[in-house]
């Protein structure tokens, strides 16, 4: 194990972090705000840190895969930290519990918040809030990894710890290639949705930053209504569009968009992710109409916008969905724990795992039946080793036990259990809003300061897929 | 870079880092203070205006309930006199705004203290000067009036209260910065020690031990070092004396 060679890529991140919080700078210097000096303090002191390291240690092309393990972990965590400076050095409701809660709700694109008002913080900092979505939605490391130039078969070990296992399966390109990629879906769908976001009203700092939210699948929005606040169908339907479109494979989308021969429909996963939310639409709207919303147009276009941001797990919010009936709460509760797609940006569970869950649970049914058949489970005639499906099988037994445990401890703490679960269940899906006292129209700052550190756990975990983050904490031997 | 560059630039980061610090922590404590200082000083300024306002009126009050009994034209000059220094009051304060919504204190008292100056005026000049008439039309214009300043003098010595929590919460701001420099210079500075241990302590050990083992046991001497530094061409020195060495030896073992 070779430490200085982590801290070197580590430092690399940080140089990463620096340039964006320089950029927050600038827009604090053109609004002339409160963040200018936080901001600045905050990129000296992260670029510093970052760039020492590459002087001393010299450039290693190759990494182990305990190594690479420490890097993404290691990277995750010291990024969370260094994020919390222009936020713990700007005050105001950042206390050291909060700006960590920020911080990693940020980089894992959960979008949960602790500001109970949003619209006083300088335009500076709110852009920094964003960037962190749009450096977290993609993977801080991979972005590196894309970034720089000539890193040999580091690139390799790094980008296969930190995708979705599931998402690599799906990519039939080179590892250079797929980055590519995955940087060009991810940016062409930025500077599209910014571009209709402007062009249907919204002001350009709110267009960008509302645009990280909706890529990154993340949810921190500039106002304290979130999109309720511009009360308009057309940035409401651009926002549903790039939710949805962020939430999907971006191998799928790149074959789709480069009109090569793909038919989406023959995915059982891409599917799954189009049906069920259609589904959710139409039951939640059946629902909702005459119980909260007296026309149908208005019942389909909060439905709608509710849907499709819980099951991207975006988390923007149009309407107060704690006041909505049970039936449609516990549609959007289905969501939280079905997320989206591997190979998007999207944290939790994911579509593919459920597929695979099912087909699963359909070949157990078929055993009862014929004992001494051989039936192995199968998704698009490609046939899923059986190490795939019992590791898909446990992280889903994990999930619900991790879930079910950090509910326990914060009802210990004194919140309600409707409060407790679903703030476990939104943070380790990386949704962002639950229901009871952390609904869509409210925050987690009255999460107790111990509850609020076991939901960033429950964060990371989402984010790194639970078995990246417990691998870290149990490797017997680092040497 | 050389070893001595990167030293030095270890060096001037962590320097830099304290400095930020300490810079930082001045700035916002001279930034609070200042801040603090001009609430305080406004709303000070505030109380006094209102103060001296209410003083006015009661003056003006006065003038008025000794004309009413001694019908002297001097009470109305009195009268006067204290108007204008009622009314410059007034401006004064109009300037001096700090607290939200003192705007619409301030209007409301010139509004009242308009019809309160207006209703005496009008009562002086009328026929008929006496308590009965005073109290009915003049003296509840004065305790509107006077109501109003006084609502001006409570939410200015509120706000006193307010600065002295906003003094509080911003002490959180001040230390911050310090904290978190320093912070920032530990971590750092384990890292630099890591890394000099690393690349200069270790090679030197295992330089000193290969040449050791060489003298002693003859062992060939074979130290891997990873950078290129002052301590490579130690070792390439090393290397070049060994072989030297090795050729005298074998040049006079062949005399």
């Keep these: 194990m070779r430490l200085y060679v982590v801290i070197r890529y580590v430092g690399m991140i940080l140089l990463l972090i620096s340039a964006f919080m320089f950029v927050s700078f600038f827009i604090s210097l053109y609004h002339n705000d409160d963040g200018l000096v936080p901001l600045l303090l905050s990129a000296l002191l992260t670029f510093l840190t970052g760039v020492f390291p590459l002087i001393f240690v010299p450039v290693t092309k190759h990494l182990s ?11 995750w965590i010291v990024v969370c930290l260094y994020s919390t400076l222009p936020y713990l050095l700007y005050g105001g409701e950042f206390t050291p519990v909060n700006a960590w809660f920020e911080s990693v709700s940020g980089y894992t694109t959960t979008g949960s918040t602790i500001l109970t008002d949003i619209e006083v913080v300088p335009h500076g900092i709110l ?12 993977g801080i490391v991979l972005f590196v990894l894309v970034v720089l130039p000539a890193m040999g078969n580091a690139r390799i070990t790094l980008s296969k710890i930190e995708m979705s296992p599931l998402a690599k399966t799906d990519f039939r390109y080179r590892t250079q290639k797929m980055l590519r990629i995955i940087l060009s879906v991810y940016i062409g769908l930025t500077i599209v949705e910014a571009v209709l976001l402007m062009i249907f009203g919204m002001s ?15 949810g921190f929005s500039t106002k304290n209504a979130s999109i309720g606040f511009y009360n308009s169908v057309a940035i409401e339907t ?27 429909y023959k995915s059982s996963v891409v599917r799954l992710f189009f049906f069920s939310i259609l589904i959710g639409i139409i039951l939640v709207t059946l629902s909702t109409k005459g119980n909260n919303y007296n026309s149908w147009d208005e019942a389909l276009r909060y439905s709608a916008f509710q849907v499709v941001s819980i099951a991207t797990t975006t988390g923007y919010a149009t309407c107060n969905t704690t006041l909505w009936p049970s039936f449609s709460v516990m549609i ?13 940006t999207a944290g939790g569970i994911k579509v593919d795992r459920f597929v695979i869950f099912f087909q699963s649970l359909k070949r157990q049914v078929l055993k009862l039946q014929h004992p001494q058949a051989v039936i192995p489970v199968k ?23 991790i879930l079910f445990l950090t ?18 269940a939104a943070t380790i899906s990386t949704v962002g809003p639950g229901f009871g006292e952390v609904g869509s129209a409210s925050t987690f700052a009255s999460i107790p300061d111990m509850g609020k550190i076991l939901l960033t756990f429950n964060m990371l975990l989402g984010r790194l897929e639970i078995y990246g983050l417990l691998l870290f904490f149990m490797m017997k031997s680092w040497r | ?61 006065k003038s008025v309930l000794v004309y009413i009994s001694s019908s002297d034209k001097l009470n109305v000059e009195v009268f006067t006199q204290s108007h204008n220094l009622a009314q410059l009051y007034l401006d004064s304060a109009k300037m001096n705004l700090t607290v939200s919504n003192e705007k619409l204190y301030i209007d409301s008292i010139a509004k009242s203290y308009k019809v309160f100056n207006s209703s005496t005026l009008s009562f002086i000049e009328s026929d008929s000067v006496n308590l009965a008439r005073y109290l009915n039309l003049v003296h509840p214009r004065y305790i509107e009036v006077t109501h109003h300043v006084k609502q001006l003098m409570t939410i200015n010595q509120s706000a006193l209260y307010s600065t002295a929590a906003y003094l509080e919460a911003s002490a959180q701001r001040v230390v911050m910065p310090g904290l978190i420099v320093i912070l920032t210079s530990i971590i750092f500075t384990l890292v630099f020690i890591y890394l000099v241990n690393h690349f200069f302590v270790s090679p030197i050990i295992k330089l000193t031990k290969g040449i050791n083992d060489f003298v002693k046991f003859q062992k060939p001497f074979d130290v891997p070092l990873e950078t290129k530094d002052e301590l490579s061409s130690l070792k390439e020195s090393i290397v070049n004396l060994i072989s030297l060495w090795r050729s005298g030896v074998k040049k006079k073992a062949e005399f």
Excluded at chain 1, 204 to 218: L, N, P, R, Y
Excluded at chain 1, 332 to 344: D, H, M, P, W
């Design chain 1, 238 to 264: 651009v926002i549903i569009v790039f939710m949805f479109l962020s939430g999907m494979h971006f191998g799928v989308l790149y074959t789709m968009f480069t009109f090569k021969n793909f038919k989406w």
């Design chain 1, 127 to 138: 852009f920094w809030r964003s960037a962190t979505h749009w450096m977290g939605g993609i």
């Design chain 1, 407 to 424: 509910g326990l401890a914060i009802t210990a703490m004194g919140v309600d259990a409707t409060t407790a679960f679903t703030a476990s």
């Design chain 1, 332 to 344: 959007l509760i289905y969501f939280t724990f079905q997320c989206a797609c591997a190979g998007s």
């Design chain 1, 65 to 75: 895969s305990k190594e690479g393990y420490l890097v993404v972990v290691i990277g």
């Design chain 1, 204 to 218: 350009a700092f709110d267009a960008v930053t509302h645009t990280f939210g909706t890529v990154a699948t993340g």
């Design chain 1, 379 to 401: 998704v698009d005639n490609v046939t899923i080793d059986d190490d795939t499906v019992d590791s898909v099988l446990l992280f889903i037994v994990l999930y619900i036990l």
């Design chain 2, 1 to 61: 870079m050389g070893i001595r560059g990167k030293m030095l630039m270890g060096f001037l980061i962590l320097v830099f880092m304290l400095f930020a610090s300490g810079a930082l922590s001045v700035f916002e404590l001279t930034k609070l203070g200042r801040t603090v200082k001009g609430l305080i000083t406004d709303n000070y300024k505030s109380i006094a205006y209102s103060k001296a306002m209410l003083e006015a009126l009661e003056v003006q009050e």
